[in-house]
């Protein structure tokens, strides 16, 4: 009897779990790997497995720090100013916390000078930004570092307030 | 990987994104002459005799040719000339025309038109030249602009490039185009249509192909079309950005600038994408290859030493030496068809400016009076040059002769035109 008990609870644990698996289910959804094929223990029928639905992920958190992806240099500048670390920081702990994930670093000039010696500033700026995440874990494979030069600017002037802003990584998820 | 299977399908066929090779109806480009040479040779043009039947006017084009060239001046005259008529040489010379033009066009039979000249000096009271082309309508301009050339090299000693053909990028609001024209803005071709930004287009040795850069797969990609086919050939698409395609002269190479290896450097690829090799290694940004005449070297921007600055290397790589020294700001390389020349862009009191280097004695010019040039392009025959420069708040083509004294401008009439590129001599 006891026995038949214990099965019972062994066979709906297992059907539970296999319910329960931890699928994301965010908008890029990945299948998350499965934890293993033996059967699974008394103490692992209490675990329960997290669904995050879309909403959840913190990458989609428009007030989320994650929400931030533009990086900002000053002018004839290619290293990542302090104030903007956190901003790699942040990135660089999803990346790594979420390896499926993929990102393009898009690097920018400002309008001056000439377009294919900008590709190549820009370049360095989107290189800045991919070797930072690098020295904090992130792999290459999760990272692509390319530029645009002046070719797509987002402020159309030509004062300096446009030229700051056209400076600039960012940083768009695959 | 989808985003494999995207660039793939773009790399085999062109899809919707090339029109095809018929020509779709663009206003023309306005050309405004500004300055011409020292000396120009005083030359009469008359009508040619039944040219009415021709879908062109041959003589306007001649006219048009020869003035834009900067080096003759022409001589008004309502005369309707054929070839074969009498020449009174004391009564032209007398009008202050050194040279004469006279000609005819016949239709044929099989719908081609027979356009025959000669070029006369009144001096000597002789012939210069004589031609009989015979062109399918859609190729009359081709022949007008083949007798212009004939008059140039009859009486300048340099081969002319009227009949040559440019191409360019143009841009309104969203819209990239690449384009084909004649070396006069004339028979606009549109090669390629893109919302994404195209740059750097580069002519093939033989003109049958353009290599450009496009951002389309949103990221810089260096792709080779050819313009008849159209068929698209993905030549550089590595980790990174991949752009400056310059081909190597006889069409089996292409010089590009990748940042594979972190840094953008200079390598070199066939022209179907294989067998890519390095050729640069420094510190700094290697960019803006460029192949010169005779293969032998490459001409590139780098800023190994602070700022960017021209060198050359062996076109198998290895050590650089640096050639610009004047100023801190020095990119574009273009060398002259003859080796002795290079042209380059150079930032001096914060304007951008085309400037020309004599290799032979590091003596620098100025060429440009505006403050935003660009990309600069020899003239197959090295006598001009010609860039992008601002024109108002617009982008337009300016030309200018490598002496500093012939200019015209080509504009559009809305949109900016830039990134020019001089096409070879053709048949």
């Known amino acids: 009897m006891r026995s038949l008990n214990i099965l019972a609870v062994v066979l709906s644990s297992a059907v539970l779990l296999a319910a329960c698996s931890s699928v994301k289910l965010d908008d890029k959804a990945p299948i998350a790997e499965s934890t293993g094929t033996t059967a699974p223990a008394a103490a692992d029928a209490r675990s329960v497995g997290t669904v995050n639905t879309g909403s959840a992920d913190p990458l989609n958190d428009p007030q989320g720090v994650l929400a931030k992806r533009s990086i900002y240099f000053d002018y004839d500048s290619y290293s990542v100013k302090d104030e903007f670390k956190p901003v790699v920081e942040n990135h660089a702990r999803y990346l790594t916390t979420h390896k499926e994930r993929k990102i393009l670093i898009q690097g920018n000039t400002d309008e001056r000078g000439g377009a294919e010696y900008n590709l190549a500033l820009g370049q360095k700026r989107a290189e800045a930004v991919r070797r930072a995440l690098n020295l904090l874990g992130v792999p290459d494979a999760q990272v692509e570092a390319v530029s645009f030069g002046k070719e797509k600017p987002k402020a159309l002037g030509s004062d300096e307030a446009s030229w700051a802003e056209n400076r600039r990584a960012d940083l768009v998820y695959q | 990987m989808m985003k494999h299977l995207f660039l793939r399908s773009f790399g085999t066929l062109c899809a919707f ?268 940004i290697d960019t803006e290859p460029q192949f010169s005449a005779d293969g032998q070297s490459i001409y590139f921007t780098s800023d190994r030493s602070g700022g960017p600055q021209i060198y050359r290397m062996s076109a198998t790589g290895g050590d650089a030496r640096r050639i610009t020294f004047s100023g801190s700001y020095n990119i574009s390389p273009r060398i002259s068809p003859d080796g002795k020349m290079l042209a380059y862009i150079s930032r001096r009191d914060g304007k951008f400016q085309l400037y020309v280097l004599d290799l032979s004695n590091g003596q620098e010019q100025r060429l440009s009076d505006t403050g935003k040039d660009e990309s600069p392009s020899f003239s197959p025959n090295g006598k001009y040059l010609m860039y992008a420069a601002e024109s108002g708040r617009r982008g337009s083509l300016a030309v200018v002769s490598v002496d500093g004294r012939v200019k015209h401008r080509l504009t559009m009439q809305n949109g900016d035109i830039r990134e020019p590129t001089w096409g070879p001599f053709m048949k």
Request: charged share 20%; net charge positive.
């Open chain 2, 17 to 284: 994104v090339a029109l095809g090779s018929v020509s779709v109806a663009q206003a023309q480009l306005r050309v405004e002459i500004s300055g011409v040479g020292a000396n120009q040779i005083p030359i009469a043009i008359a009508g040619f005799a039944n040219e009415a039947v021709a879908p062109q006017q041959i003589t306007a084009i001649i006219k048009a040719d020869l003035a834009r060239s900067g080096y003759f001046r022409i001589i008004d005259t309502g005369d309707v000339m054929s070839e074969t008529a009498p020449v009174n040489y004391g009564d032209w010379k007398a009008r202050g025309a050194d040279a004469l033009v006279i000609g005819s066009v016949q239709r044929l039979a099989d719908g081609r038109f027979d356009v025959r000249y000669k070029l006369l000096d009144t001096i000597k009271s002789s012939s210069l030249s004589a031609l009989s082309l015979a062109a399918q309508p859609q190729y009359i301009r081709v022949s007008a602009h083949k007798i212009a050339d004939d008059i140039y090299e009859k009486l300048i000693g340099v081969r002319g490039a009227f009949a040559t053909r440019i191409a360019y990028i143009t841009k309104v609001g969203k819209d990239y185009q690449l384009e084909v024209a004649d070396a006069d803005g004339e028979g606009r071709q549109i090669a390629l249509r893109s919302n994404e930004p195209i740059i750097s287009p580069a002519w093939s040795p033989d003109g049958s192909k353009v290599a450009y850069v496009s951002f389309e797969a949103k990221k810089p990609v260096v792709y080779v079309q050819d313009l008849v086919t159209m068929r698209r050939t993905v030549v550089a698409n590595f980790k990174g950005s991949n752009s400056a395609p310059s081909w190597s002269p006889d069409g089996s190479k292409l010089a590009v600038a990748l940042s594979r290896d972190g840094l953008t450097q200079v390598y070199v690829v066939n022209a179907d994408g294989s067998n890519l090799r390095r050729l640069s290694n420094s510190n700094g």
